[in-house]
C-alpha cells in the first residue's frame, strides 16, 4: 500500500474534487493503529487487486486534518473516529460512516510507576497529556472528570501532546503527569519500563474507528465503496481467525516491536476490532453520550442519520 505522509497544512497537495465512477481511492488515516490492519492486510493479500481497485493512502497528523481533506473532497474516505461524522452532519456537511474498523475505546491512561497518581481523584492539579484538543482522548477525559465532579478546565491542565513516542517523551521527562496511550503502544509502554494503567477505556464498548465517507462520494461511487468494503471486510473477517495473517500484518506495521510484544498484539488485537463492518447501537449511544456531555447539541443525533450498511457486503 502506498502511504503520502500529508502535513496538517498540506492538503493542497492532494488533488481536489472527486472524479465521477472512479477506480481509484484515496483514503486519508488519521492515525495508523490496530484499525487500519485490515487495509493493510487487504493489500497484502492482493484483496483490492481482486476487486478491480487501486487504492491510495495519505498518512494525517491526527483527525483534525484528515477530516478537513474529507470535507474538501481531498480524500474519499477517511480511517476517522466516528465522532467526527457526527460532528460533519451537525455542520451541514452530510458524512457517513460506512463501516466499523474497531469495535472498543482504544486509550488508556498511564502513568510512571514511581507516581503519586493511582486513579482519576488523583489528577486534581495535575497535566494530563491528550492528543489533541476535540479528539477522542479529550471527549474521554472530560466525560469521565466530569461524571466525578471535577471540572476539567478548572481543576487540572489538559496538554496537547500528539501521540505514541512524544506522549512517552512527555510522560517521561514529567511535562505531563498522565498521557494517554492507544493500543499497541499501552502494550509497548507497559513492556518497556515501569509504568501503571491509571484508566483504562479499552473495555468501552465504542464506535471509535472508522471508515467515513461524504455522502457526495458514495452517490457518485455506490460501486466502487462497496468493492473497497468488500475488500477491506475480507481482510477484517480474516484477521479474527488467522493468527499468522494477523502477525504478518502487525510485523509490517511495526517493525521495531521484539517477538514477545507481537506475540502479545495477536492475542490482544481481535477482541477490539469490529466484525464485518458492524457498528454496534451499543457503541453508537456511548459515543454519543461522551460527545453530549462535551456538545450538548451533539446528542440528539440518531445512529440511523450517521451510520449506513447499505455499502457493507450481503453476508
Keep these: 500500500m502506498r502511504f503520502v505522509f500529508v502535513l496538517a497544512v498540506g492538503v493542497s497537495a492532494l488533488t481536489g474534487g472527486v472524479a465521477e465512477a472512479q477506480t ?62 457526527v460532528r460533519l452532519r451537525s455542520r451541514g456537511l ?10 472498543r475505546h482504544g486509550y488508556a491512561m498511564l502513568a510512571l510507576g514511581t507516581s503519586e497518581v493511582s486513579g482519576l481523584g488523583d489528577l486534581l492539579g495535575k497535566r494530563l497529556g491528550i492528543t489533541s484538543p476535540g479528539s477522542l482522548t479529550d471527549n474521554s477525559a472530560r ?11 478548572r481543576d487540572l491542565t489538559f496538554a496537547s501532546i500528539g501521540v505514541g513516542i512524544p506522549m512517552k517523551a512527555a510522560l517521561d521527562t514529567g511535562a ?35 471508515l467515513i465517507a461524504r455522502e457526495r462520494f458514495l452517490n457518485s461511487n455506490g460501486d466502487h465503496a462497496r468493492a473497497f468494503l468488500r475488500a477491506v471486510i475480507r481482510a477484517q473477517d480474516l484477521l479474527h481467525v488467522d493468527a499468522v495473517a494477523l502477525e ?23 477482541e477490539s476490532l469490529a466484525r464485518g463492518g458492524e457498528v454496534s447501537q451499543d457503541g453508537y449511544n456511548r459515543m454519543i453520550m ?3 456531555a462535551v456538545e450538548p447539541e451533539l446528542s440528539e443525533i440518531p445512529y440511523g442519520d450517521v451510520v449506513t450498511r447499505a455499502y457493507l457486503p450481503v453476508p
Excluded at 452530510?94 to 469495535?103: D, N
Excluded at 509490517?252 to 506475540?263: H, K, N, S, V, W
Design 24 to 85: 481509484s481511492i484515496k483514503v486519508g488515516v488519521a492515525q495508523s493503529s490496530i484499525g487500519t490492519l485490515p487495509l493493510l492486510t487487504a493489500e497484502q493479500n492482493g484483496y483490492f487487486a481482486d476487486e478491480q481497485i487501486e487504492v491510495e493512502t495519505f498518512q494525517f497528523r491526527g483527525g483534525a486534518p484528515a477530516v478537513q481533506a474529507l470535507a474538501s473532497g481531498s480524500i474519499d474516505i477517511c480511517v476517522c473516529a466516528g465522532d467526527h461524522a
Design 94 to 103: 452530510p458524512a457517513k460512516i460506512i463501516a466499523g474498523l474497531t469495535e
Design 143 to 153: 466525560y469521565v472528570l466530569s461524571d466525578l465532579g471535577i471540572d476539567p478546565d
Design 176 to 210: 505531563i503527569d498522565v498521557g494517554l496511550f492507544t493500543t499497541p503502544d499501552v502494550q509497548a509502554v507497559m513492556a518497556g519500563g515501569d509504568y501503571k494503567i491509571i484508566h483504562d477505556f479499552r473495555t468501552w464498548g465504542y464506535t471509535a474507528l472508522d
Design 248 to 270: 504478518n500484518a502487525l510485523t509490517e506495521m511495526y517493525p521495531t516491536f521484539d517477538a514477545a510484544l507481537i506475540e502479545q498484539l495477536v492475542v490482544d488485537v481481535p
Design 290 to 292: 461522551v460527545l453530549g
